[in-house]
């Protein structure tokens, strides 16, 4: 019975890996359609959205059946119930990744970048990409110093959103009101992004350790 338990447990583990790198694929293809006005590759997100989240229900339901049946303490305990967190923080993690892809797809065949915040998005977009890829590597490998790396990158992510509401309300863009709102709303979705990966690695440390940090 023990090691059916294992390795129930590494099947979660390998699930939390396959969702956050559908995030991964998501995020990438995202920001790509954001920046690039490609509406053929925003319907693609925006039609993959329901994978994750099946993903995610599938991954709940077995978590959630295992600490019925096997009740488990110590780091057994600390893995199932992180899992469920996590599993949340990646689901959230793909919806937005799906509103960045709408809002290119709304304003297509305009960009939905207003001029002035082209290259502020274009490195929102790199970085919530190697956030979801260190994630990726973090749940599969447990590697503490992918917690700090990724909370660096979320350190970056914040002060660029910081400049995006900066431009915005100092009137340095060249946008109507449609601009103004689409740049302030994927700023957020970027930052929210980024947010949520900020919160697995908590989980990840809970789990390492015991402690949230």
């Given at each position: 019975m023990r090691e059916v338990f294992q390795q129930e447990l590494r099947e979660?583990?390998?699930r939390l890996v396959q969702i956050a790198e559908r995030v991964e694929s998501t995020i990438q293809k995202a920001v790509t359609a954001f920046g690039s006005s490609?509406?053929?590759?925003?319907?693609?997100?925006?039609?993959?959205s329901a994978e994750v989240d099946e993903l995610a229900s599938g991954l709940d339901e077995l978590t959630i059946d295992i600490l019925a049946r096997q009740q488990p303490v110590a780091s057994d305990l600390r893995l199932t119930v992180s899992a469920l967190r996590i599993s949340s923080s990646l689901e959230r993690m793909s919806d937005l990744a799906e509103h960045i892809a709408q809002l290119a797809r709304y304003r297509y065949p305009e960009s939905a970048i207003p001029?002035?915040?082209?290259?502020?998005?274009?490195?929102?977009?790199?970085?919530?990409?190697?956030?979801a890829s260190k994630l990726?590597?973090?749940?599969?490998?447990?590697?503490?110093?992918?917690?700090?790396?990724?909370?660096?990158?979320?350190?970056?992510?914040?002060?660029?959103?910081?400049?995006?509401?900066?431009?915005?309300?100092?009137?340095?863009?060249?946008?109507?009101?449609?601009?103004?709102?689409?740049?302030?709303l994927?700023?957020?979705?970027?930052?929210?992004?980024?947010?949520?990966?900020?919160?697995i690695t908590k989980q990840i440390n809970y789990l390492l350790s015991g402690d949230v940090q």
């Open positions: 979660v583990q390998d490609d509406v053929a590759l925003a319907e693609q997100v925006i039609d993959g001029q002035g915040l082209r290259k502020t998005f274009s490195k929102m977009g790199d970085i919530d990409i190697k956030m990726v590597a973090l749940l599969r490998e447990q590697d503490p110093q992918l917690i700090e790396e990724i909370r660096d990158l979320d350190d970056a992510l914040d002060e660029l959103h910081v400049k995006v509401f900066e431009k915005v309300l100092s009137e340095k863009i060249n946008a109507d009101t449609t601009g103004v709102v689409d740049a302030t994927a700023s957020r979705y970027h930052e929210r992004f980024g947010d949520h990966a900020v919160h």
